[in-house]
Nanobody
Framework: QVQLVESGGGLVQSGASLRLSCVVS????????MGWFRQAPGKERTFVAE????????DYADSLKGRFTISRDDAKSTVYLQMNSLKPEDTGVYYC?????????????????WGQGTLVTVSQ
């Protein structure tokens, strides 16, 4: 059974950067397309970024292009989300997601596995 564990969240000021990590265990990470989603307080979970099995294809929510970068290091079984120039509206719980067959994850009605999330809070 695959497990996803996120880390790297925290409280930062507007304009700062954070790098989130998602460690995949239980199965080889290369078997999974990976993605990041987020849920702001009182709102539904939304798509942030995704990366395919080989790391050749990436996609981002339109509003985040240029500030966020997703990457993967399958030797470390880890997927990253580099977040720059953070804004208060980036505040939320960030979830890692994985699927062995579905692509793109951003428009999938179902995703195989989710992590527990890591909280990012951006102050003014």
């Amino acid at each position: 059974q695959v497990q996803l564990v996120e880390s790297g969240g925290g409280l930062v000021q507007s304009g700062a950067s954070l790098r989130l990590s998602c460690v995949v265990s239980g199965r080889p990470s290369r078997n999974y397309a990976m993605g990041w989603f987020r849920q702001a307080p009182g709102k539904e979970r939304t798509f942030v970024a995704e990366i395919d099995w080989q790391g050749d294809k990436t996609d981002y929510a339109d509003s985040l292009k240029g500030r966020f970068t997703i990457s993967r290091d399958d030797a470390k079984s880890t997927v990253y989300l580099q977040m720059n120039s953070l804004k208060p509206e980036d505040t939320g719980v960030y979830y890692c997601a994985a699927d062995r067959v579905r692509w793109p994850l951003g428009t999938s009605r179902y995703i195989e596995k989710w992590g527990q999330g890591t909280l990012v809070t951006v102050s003014q």
